[in-house]
């Protein structure tokens, strides 16, 4: 059982368009996160909800919006996608008041031509 | 501006040897520093992680150092085998919102 899943893994779409990436975590955690791993490997945290409220909001274009319809699922719907948003995308949970130890998915990694 | 910052960026060690990187940190609200290990088309998963009031931690093969006063922690591996070769995220968490920051990324190649 994947603890922490996110679809598509592969995701190949042209400018302008609208996608988006779907994550489920099966672990009882009550923070989710996204990530994004750029061409270099660097990651950054772009969003975190905690019990379906947003806690962590990075400077982020607004044409990323996340949603989270329960604390076991958090979305990221990405508008206008522009080259540079290609990138992998992780999603990630924990358990905020117990556990130090974020759990990441396995990525998506989009790329918008 | 990176919160933490990792060094090198690529590293080359032979079958049996030491693997040696090196994180760096100005915050010193951080209070937790674990180390990641990412397989290509995978995520980085927690190998090992220590908090500042140690000044090292060990599992197996693996051994961080922490040196609070230079704001400094590195990994150790030792015997390192071809199956380690991954890349290695140093990062520190910062605040009660678990929000870490990670280090640039460590290429590590142990050659058989």
């Known amino acids: 059982d994947t603890a922490v899943s996110q679809t598509p893994k592969y995701l190949v779409t042209q400018m302008g368009n609208d996608k988006s990436i779907k994550c489920e975590q099966n672990?009882?955690?009550?923070?989710m996160y996204w990530y994004k791993q750029d061409s270099k490997k660097f990651l950054k945290i772009m969003f975190s909800y905690n019990n379906k409220e947003l806690i962590i909001n990075e400077t982020v274009p607004n044409r990323f919006s996340p949603k989270s319809p329960d604390k076991a699922h958090l979305n990221l719907h990405i508008n206008s996608l522009e080259l540079g948003d290609s990138a992998v995308y992780f999603c990630?949970?924990?358990?905020?008041?117990?556990?130090?130890?974020?759990?990441f998915g396995e990525g998506s990694w989009l790329t918008v031509v | 501006q990176q919160q933490v910052k990792q060094s090198p960026q690529s590293l080359i060690v032979q079958k049996g040897g030491i693997s040696i990187i090196n994180c760096a940190y100005e915050?010193?609200?951080?209070?937790?520093f674990p180390w990641y290990q990412q397989f290509p088309g995978k995520g980085p998963a927690l190998l090992i992680a220590?908090?500042?009031?140690?000044s090292e931690k060990k599992e197996g093969r693996f051994t961080i150092s922490f040196n609070k006063s230079a704001k400094q922690f590195s990994l150790h591996i030792m015997d390192s085998q071809p199956g380690d070769s991954a890349t290695y995220f140093c990062a520190a968490r910062g605040d009660n919102f678990n929000k870490f920051y990670f280090g640039s990324g460590t290429k590590l190649n142990v050659k058989p």
């Open positions: 220590i908090r500042p009031d140690v």
């Open positions: 990630a949970s924990s358990q905020l008041a117990s556990g130090n130890t974020i759990y």
């Open positions: 672990l009882g955690h009550d923070t």
């Open positions: 915050n010193t609200a951080f209070d937790y």
